[in-house]
């Protein structure tokens, strides 16, 4: 079966948040523990709520659970988890939008409910929103951040040569 265009743009998802996992690996407990106003919190908590969140949309989307469940009041999971379930989660997604109805309502506990496309759009979404909260607490720190653009990842599965 032929990919669709929102193939590769789950697929930059899933890569762009296990490439700035990848980049935390490198980082110091210190660094981790930073923060910058206006952003979610620490760097290690928006990357911990980031994953937690997809394992989240993805058992909305298939009754599944990757990984240990995340949640807001548990202490770190470590890095090599988040990747694990990351990934789980980004592989799922992918499956859903080749194979899902997007206009399945999905329930989320009374009264909300939404669409397998709505949930879809909102892991994208929420993805760039705290991977972009991660780079400007990485910025706001003195670490060059990673580049985690459309275009990197095109650079990264050699499929691009467009540059920011």
Not at 123 to 128: K, R
Request: overall charge neutral.
């Amino acid at each position: 079966m032929k990919a669709s265009p929102l193939d590769h743009v789950l697929r930059h998802n899933t890569w762009a948040t296990g490439a700035l996992i990848e980049f935390c690996r490198t980082l110091d407990t210190a660094k981790l523990g930073a923060n910058a106003l206006g952003t979610y919190g620490t760097l290690y908590g928006t990357l911990q709520h980031l994953v937690g969140a997809e394992q989240w949309y993805a058992k909305l989307l298939t009754g599944e659970i990757f990984g240990r469940p995340i949640r807001r009041t548990d202490a770190p999971h470590s890095l090599d988890e988040l990747a694990t379930i990351a990934a789980a989660s980004g592989e799922r997604m992918l499956a859903v939008a080749a194979s899902d109805d997007p206009t399945r309502v999905i329930a989320m506990g009374e009264p909300r409910r939404s669409t397998v496309g709505v949930v879809l759009a909102q892991v994208v979404h929420h993805g760039n929103e705290h991977r972009t909260q991660a780079t400007t607490i990485l910025g706001a720190n003195g670490l060059e951040p990673p580049a985690l653009s459309a275009w990197a990842y095109g650079r990264a599965m050699r499929i691009s040569t467009a540059e920011e």
